[in-house]
């Protein structure tokens, strides 16, 4: 076990940024008759959010605006915004600006 722990440090810390490393297994190898292979997945955006930022997310799908969650949820105005910043932030989406219609 140590010497896969070792190589999987290794490998991990041989990787780059590139697109090309993140199409190829971090981790290939055979120890004791075992294969290992470790590769990247890219986690599904259910499994990003919180049970609150689901809920969150879902109300503005539906067409809620942020004072309207709040009421809903019995949550502050500055929560509704800091659920949305995590959000956008998870999913690697840019907001519309403030002045963005409503």
Aim: include cysteine; charged fraction near 25%; charge should be positive.
């Amino acid at each position: 076990m140590r010497s896969l722990a070792r190589s999987l440090v290794r490998r991990v810390t041989e990787l780059s940024d590139g697109d090309t490393a993140l199409r190829r297994p971090l981790l290939d190898l055979t120890e004791q008759g075992v294969r290992c292979l470790l590769v990247p997945v890219t986690p599904e955006a259910h499994d990003l959010l919180s049970p609150r930022e689901h809920e969150v997310a879902r109300m503005v799908g539906r067409g809620y605006t942020n004072k309207q969650i709040a009421g809903v949820l019995e949550i502050s105005l500055n929560t509704v915004s800091a659920h949305m910043r995590r959000i956008f932030t998870k999913l690697g989406s840019v907001p519309a600006p403030r002045w963005w219609p409503r």
